[in-house]
């Protein structure tokens, strides 16, 4: 196996499929760590993985009023999310159908038009060109409509979350969504007017392949020694951690490669599982929270809304955790040994004042780069790259845990398993790199 692993190097396709080496349920299953260190790779993710799955843009809630924009970066593609002037959800590429510049250099803000800075032409927030300076110096045979803003191919929303399609064929979002579908309702149903994404987002780059971020994001196993600091800190404020929880639960494939992990509750969160941690006047709203649950979904359903934690991967590169808090986190690859991650927060649209303080609170203790958990996990994965560099010698990672087990438990490995099979899948078959 070549170290640049571009498609004249891979040869047959074949060999891309031995780059996982599944040896089926009750065997071995392994991870060329090739898969993590080569550009040629990283390219061929680009055009067979990327570019054939949904990807999440953004919620609905980051564009409430018409005219807001955003702008995000997928899969190397720069793109402006927004809500037109007639209420309509769009999203345009970011280069301007001139001669290439942005023509959004805000990362949000609310316009009706787009003015790029280098030459001045202007769109609207459809995307028509309708101003450029000396329109009088071009052709006869200039047309103005042939300049339109280029938006992307598919855009779909499930439950207040946008995702771009870049190939014009995939199948519906809601089908390709699958088994993640209802995990995604268990979040969204947890207000009865909705959930938002709370502004702001901790954004940050750590130094390792995005699909070690994806692995430890589902990733039960890694909890208690990883987060032993936040563990301990939980316990010195007179929280309660519940460590079977992290060794009982389940793990779920969910189809097209998306996966969950579901456990009850090791330790505190917000709503509605009450702790020590959030002080005794926390304590009958997230109770009140609790009955309110039970009466809008009966016990068994508020349970596992209230007091479970699930980590779910919506393949590829997004992440719906509902533990300490609700997150969101999207997976930018940059370069195999580098990534940049989006976070933000889920809450229910009304939730205000302390209760919405509190879930903040959970979400910054945890999460993000000045959080308890985020440093020590992206120390586990800048590790790992380090450790890459041994690959010619070092070939392989294991993911077996649970292969021996006829229902896998929450800190078993089937989870990246499912992630890896459908990675390959993608990439062996099909596709033009
Ligand atoms: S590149 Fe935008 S106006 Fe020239
Ligand atoms: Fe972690």
């Not at 970011?94 to 003015?115: D, S, V, Y």
């Not at 047309?143 to 499930?158: F, H, I, K, T």
């Not at 995702?163 to 519906?172: Q, T």
């Amino acid at each position: 196996l070549g170290v640049q692993w571009n498609e004249t190097a891979v040869g047959p396709e074949s060999r891309i499929d031995e780059l996982v080496d599944d040896r089926g349920e009750g065997g071995i299953f392994r991870v060329n760590r090739r898969t993590m260190t080569s550009p040629g790779i990283l390219d061929l993710e680009r055009s067979r993985v990327f570019d054939r799955c949904w990807l999440y843009l953004g919620h609905d809630s980051e564009i409430v009023a018409p005219n807001d924009y955003l702008r995000r970066n997928l899969n190397g593609r720069p793109l402006v999310f927004l809500r037109d002037a007639e209420g309509t959800v769009r999203s345009f590429f970011n280069t301007c159908t001139h001669r290439g510049a942005a023509i959004c250099r805000e990362p949000r803000g609310n316009a009706k038009t787009f003015q790029c800075f280098y030459h001045a032409w202007t769109f609207n927030n459809s995307g028509q060109l309708v101003a450029l300076p000396d329109e009088a110096g071009y052709g006869e045979s200039f047309d103005r409509s042939c300049y339109a803003l280029v938006a992307v191919p598919r855009l779909e929303c499930y439950r207040g979350l946008w995702f771009v399609g870049f190939s014009a064929d995939l199948e519906p979002l809601t089908d390709y969504l699958a088994g993640a579908k209802e995990y995604i309702d268990l979040v969204m149903d947890q207000s009865e007017a909705g959930m938002r994404v709370v502004p702001g987002s901790n954004i940050y780059a750590t130094n390792a392949n995005w699909k070690l971020l994806v692995e430890n994001s589902i990733d039960g196993y890694h909890a208690m020694p990883v987060h032993q600091t936040y563990i301990d800190y939980v316990r010195r404020q007179g929280g309660a951690v519940n460590k079977n929880a992290l060794r009982g639960g389940a793990a779920r494939s969910l189809g097209n490669g998306h996966a969950v992990m579901e456990y009850e509750a090791p330790w505190a969160r917000p709503i509605a599982y009450w702790e020590p941690l959030f002080d005794e006047k926390a304590k009958p709203e997230i109770e009140a929270k609790r009955r309110e649950l039970i009466e809008r979904f009966g016990e068994e359903r508020a349970h596992r809304m209230a007091e479970t934690f699930r980590n779910l991967l919506i393949f590829p590169n997004l992440i719906l955790n509902d533990i300490a808090a609700i997150t969101l986190l999207y997976v930018e690859p940059v370069r195999p040994d580098y990534m940049q991650i989006t976070a933000w927060e889920l809450a229910p649209v009304l939730e205000k004042g302390e209760t919405l303080a509190r879930r903040l609170d959970s979400y910054l203790t945890f999460i993000g780069p000045g959080g308890l958990a985020t440093p020590d996990d992206v120390e586990a994965l800048e590790s790992c790259q380090r450790g890459f560099a041994a690959v010619a010698e070092v070939e392989w990672s294991d993911i077996s845990r649970g292969m021996g087990r006829t229902v896998p438990l929450s800190h078993d490995e089937l989870q990246m398993r499912s992630f890896w099979r459908q990675w390959r899948d993608l990439m062996a078959t099909g596709g033009a790199a």
